[in-house]
């Protein structure tokens, strides 16, 4: 009786154990997936700063992230900037739209589906 009360004991430790690990490996994707976002991030800036980035176009890519594959994407879109203001102010208004830069990150575990996003703006450039 005392063998059999401890075995099921046993399996419920066990499978906590394992819930546990499977929790920290996910956290630990997660987390590498929000570094490499910033990484890219950072590296689209740098290239909006030296006017060589394309607002145009779309890119999608794969990466291993923690020995895992993963597909990355990066979409451009733009937004009119629409205020309502008087004729003059509006010829003034030298901005008239910004960029909305999306990048995302997905990979499959456990047949689900798992994404991270990170976004950030861009003004276009006085000219």
Not at 9 to 17: A, E, K, P, T
Request: aromatic share 10%.
């Amino acid at each position: 009786m005392t063998i059999s009360i401890l075995s099921i004991g046993i399996i419920f430790i066990l499978r906590s154990f394992l819930n546990i690990t499977d929790a920290l490996s996910l956290v630990s994707r997660k987390v590498n997936a929000i570094k490499f976002l910033e990484e890219k991030i950072s590296e689209v800036e740098e290239e909006v700063k030296r006017g060589v980035f394309d607002f145009e176009d779309s890119k999608e890519g794969e990466v291993i992230l923690n020995n895992y594959p993963c597909q990355w994407k990066l979409e451009v879109k733009t937004h009119p900037i629409e205020l309502e203001l008087e004729e003059e102010q509006q010829e003034e208004l030298k901005i008239k739209e910004f960029k909305d830069v999306i990048l995302s990150v997905f990979w499959q575990e456990k047949n689900k589906e798992r994404k991270e996003v990170l976004a950030t703006y861009f003004l276009p450039a006085e000219e």
